[in-house]
């Protein structure tokens, strides 16, 4: 199993360009997130998604589109960066609720400029 | 936003020191989760604590869930460099959603040989 894979690693973006950051799964678990980590702030839930067909918003949504069309796949889009979206974006993925372990991808660094 | 105090932030400790770090809470967690993250990586799950009062070791760390369901600990003993890093508490909240983790803002350490 490759676990959750993240792509790409590194983005510069200009302010205004939009950009899908891609997170898949290879576990079959039902739950993915995204989650961005900046400076002190710890991670920061953006994005879930619970099933395929089923999103919700998380603490920091704003800015931030995502979908869940398959089981494997959980993209977040940014239409039109800012300098305020710079920051290091992780996905993760379980299974069983409230006693399952988040797995964590490798991470996408992201610089707006 | 955020619910859980970390602390500390930070700790620089000589190679073969104990360490302890906490996190505390409002309110009341089901699921206690301690997650590593190593430089340019994701976090990765080094302690889950299901009930309250459960002690769970895993080599050199060892985590606890309060009793009151509003804290947990994690000590590290004998540490070494590779024990450097951010590590971060997390939990599900009774009552929350299924699958929301909430996470502390972590504590850095650094070990000196």
């Known amino acids: 199993n490759a676990g959750v894979t993240q792509t790409p690693k590194f983005q510069v973006l200009k302010t205004g360009q939009s950009m899908t950051l891609q997170c898949a799964q290879d576990m079959n678990h039902e739950y993915m997130s995204w989650y961005r980590q900046d400076p002190g702030m710890g991670l920061r839930l953006i994005h879930y998604s619970v099933g395929a067909g089923i999103t919700d918003q998380g603490e920091v949504p704003n800015g931030y589109n995502v979908s869940r069309s398959t089981t494997e796949d959980f993209p977040l889009r940014l239409l039109s960066a800012a300098p305020s979206q710079t920051s290091v974006y992780f996905c993760?993925?379980?299974?069983?609720?409230?006693?399952?372990?988040?797995?964590f991808g490798p991470g996408t660094r992201l610089l707006v400029l | 936003g955020q619910q859980l105090n970390q602390s500390p932030q930070s700790m620089f400790i000589q190679e073969g020191e104990d360490v302890s770090m906490n996190c505390t809470s409002s309110?009341?967690?089901?699921?206690w989760l301690w997650y590593k993250q190593d430089p340019g990586e994701g976090p990765v799950l080094l302690i889950a604590?299901?009930?309250?009062?459960e002690l769970t070791s895993n080599g050199r760390l060892t985590a606890q869930f309060g009793i009151t369901r509003k804290d947990s600990f994690l000590n590290i003993s004998a540490s070494i460099p590779s024990d450097v890093g951010i590590y971060f508490c997390a939990g599900y909240l009774s009552g929350g959603s299924n699958y929301k983790l909430t996470f502390g803002k972590g504590t850095l350490l650094t070990v000196n040989p």
């Open positions: 993760a993925s379980s299974s069983s609720g409230q006693t399952g372990t988040q797995y």
């Open positions: 604590l299901y009930k309250a009062g």
């Open positions: 309110s009341i967690f089901n699921t």
